[in-house]
C-alpha cells in the first residue's frame, strides 16, 4: 500500500457566501486557508477564483493569477486548477485560467451531466448576494457540458499542449467507462488519478456499497495503470474518505466538497478538515503522502515547470 495523498478542494463553485462566513472568496483568503491545508497534510491543492466583491465563481485568469504565486511561494503543494469552472460558465471560459497558468494538474469532468444544487440554499432566509438564489435554483434545468470531444480537446490542450495532468473526474460509473475509452485510443496516459464522487444529485449516490462497486469497476477497467481518490459531498465527506483510506485509496476533502466538520457542527477551515482527516488516517496506520511524493506517484512534471 502506497503512502495516502490528500487533496484539498478550497472553495468550489457549489457553495455560496451565505452557507458560510468560513467559505474562502477574496484572493488574500484563497492563498491562505490554501497554504493552512497544505500545512495541515495537503499534497495537492484543488482550484477555483471568486469575484472579490460578490463571491461568485469567475474564470478570470487575473483572479487565479493573484493567489497562485502566493501560494506557490509559500508552500511545496501541487496545485491543481478547475476546467470545470462554474456550473454557467463555457468551455472556452472554463479553460482561460488553466490555459495562462499551466499547472501540473487540472481536474477534468468525465462526462456531461445533470448537476442539481438546487435545493442547497434551501434553509438560508438572508442571502448575502443577489446572484446566490437564482444560481442555485436554477440547477435543476442545467446540464454541465464535457462530451467526449471536448474532453480531449481538453487533454490536447492542456496535456499535450503544457505537459498539464489530470485529476479525472468520476460521478457516475459511465464516467469510469468513459475515461476507460479515453485510455484504449491512448488519448490519455498513465497513471490515471481517478477521482470517484459521491452525493451529487445527477450522479451516483453515497452510498457505501457504491463506493465498493466503484473501486471494484476502475480496477477491472484500469488495473494497476491507476491511482484511486474519494470525495464525497455534505456530510458523507469525512465518512467516504475514511473508507477510502481503509481501503488503499487516496482522500479529497475541503470547503468546496463540505461545510462541515462533523455532525452539524460548521468547519471554520480547510486546514481544519485536513488534519481531522490526516489523524483519522494516521490512527489507521497509514502514511501521508508529501508534495514530493504525490508528484513521483502521479508523474507530474514539477512545480518548477508551471506558468505562474
Known amino acids: 500500500?502506497?503512502?495516502?495523498?490528500?487533496?484539498?478542494?478550497?472553495?468550489?463553485?457549489?457553495?455560496?457566501?451565505?452557507?458560510?462566513?468560513?467559505?474562502?472568496?477574496?484572493?488574500?483568503?484563497?492563498?491562505?486557508?490554501?497554504?493552512?491545508?497544505?500545512?495541515?497534510?495537503?499534497?495537492?491543492?484543488?482550484?477555483?477564483?471568486?469575484?472579490?466583491?460578490?463571491?461568485?465563481?469567475?474564470?478570470?485568469?487575473?483572479?487565479?493569477?493573484?493567489?497562485?504565486?502566493?501560494?506557490?511561494?509559500?508552500?511545496?503543494?501541487?496545485?491543481?486548477?478547475?476546467?470545470?469552472?462554474?456550473?454557467?460558465?463555457?468551455?472556452?471560459?472554463?479553460?482561460?485560467?488553466?490555459?495562462?497558468?499551466?499547472?501540473?494538474?487540472?481536474?477534468?469532468?468525465?462526462?456531461?451531466?445533470?448537476?442539481?444544487?438546487?435545493?442547497?440554499?434551501?434553509?438560508?432566509?438572508?442571502?448575502?448576494?443577489?446572484?446566490?438564489?437564482?444560481?442555485?435554483?436554477?440547477?435543476?434545468?442545467?446540464?454541465?457540458?464535457?462530451?467526449?470531444?471536448?474532453?480531449?480537446?481538453?487533454?490536447?490542450?492542456?496535456?499535450?499542449?503544457?505537459?498539464?495532468?489530470?485529476?479525472?473526474?468520476?460521478?457516475?460509473?459511465?464516467?469510469?467507462?468513459?475515461l476507460a475509452y479515453m485510455l484504449e485510443r491512448k488519448v490519455v496516459e498513465p497513471p490515471l488519478f481517478v477521482q470517484t464522487i459521491f452525493g451529487i444529485l445527477g450522479g451516483i449516490g453515497a452510498e457505501h456499497r457504491n463506493l465498493l462497486f466503484m473501486r471494484e469497476t476502475a480496477d477491472r477497467l484500469f488495473g494497476r495503470d491507476y491511482v484511486w481518490s474519494v470525495l464525497a459531498a455534505g456530510r458523507h465527506q469525512m465518512a467516504f474518505t475514511t473508507m477510502a483510506g481503509i481501503m488503499g485509496g487516496n482522500v479529497r476533502v475541503g470547503l468546496e466538497d463540505s461545510l462541515y466538520i462533523g455532525r452539524g457542527q460548521m468547519a471554520t477551515s480547510n486546514g481544519q478538515q485536513v488534519a481531522k482527516i490526516k489523524h483519522i488516517l494516521e490512527e489507521l496506520s497509514l502514511e501521508i503522502a508529501t508534495p514530493a511524493e504525490a508528484r513521483a506517484i502521479l508523474h507530474l512534471k514539477g512545480g518548477d515547470r508551471v506558468g505562474f
Not at 15 to 33: G, K, V, Y
Not at 61 to 80: C, E, G, H, W, Y
Request: proline share 6%; net charge negative.
Open 1 to 178: 500500500m502506497s503512502k495516502v495523498i490528500i487533496s484539498c478542494a478550497i472553495t468550489g463553485a457549489i457553495h455560496t457566501p451565505s452557507m458560510s462566513d468560513h467559505l474562502p472568496i477574496t484572493p488574500e483568503q484563497i492563498a491562505q486557508s490554501s497554504i493552512e491545508a497544505a500545512e495541515a497534510g495537503a499534497a495537492i491543492i484543488h482550484l477555483h477564483a471568486r469575484d472579490p466583491q460578490t463571491g461568485a465563481p469567475t474564470p478570470d485568469p487575473a483572479v487565479f493569477m493573484r493567489f497562485l504565486p502566493t501560494i506557490k511561494q509559500s508552500t511545496d503543494a501541487v496545485l491543481n486548477i478547475t476546467t470545470g469552472g462554474g456550473l454557467q460558465m463555457t468551455l472556452e471560459e472554463r479553460l482561460a485560467a488553466p490555459m495562462q497558468a499551466k499547472p501540473e494538474m487540472c481536474s477534468l469532468n468525465m462526462g456531461s451531466m445533470n448537476f442539481n444544487i438546487s435545493r442547497a440554499g434551501d434553509k438560508i432566509t438572508n442571502w448575502k448576494h443577489e446572484w446566490e438564489k437564482p444560481y442555485l435554483a436554477g440547477t435543476d434545468n442545467h446540464i454541465f457540458r464535457n462530451t467526449f470531444r471536448d474532453i480531449e480537446n481538453i487533454v490536447n490542450t492542456m496535456g499535450r499542449g503544457h505537459g498539464t495532468r489530470f485529476e479525472f473526474e468520476c460521478y457516475d460509473v459511465g464516467h469510469l467507462y468513459n
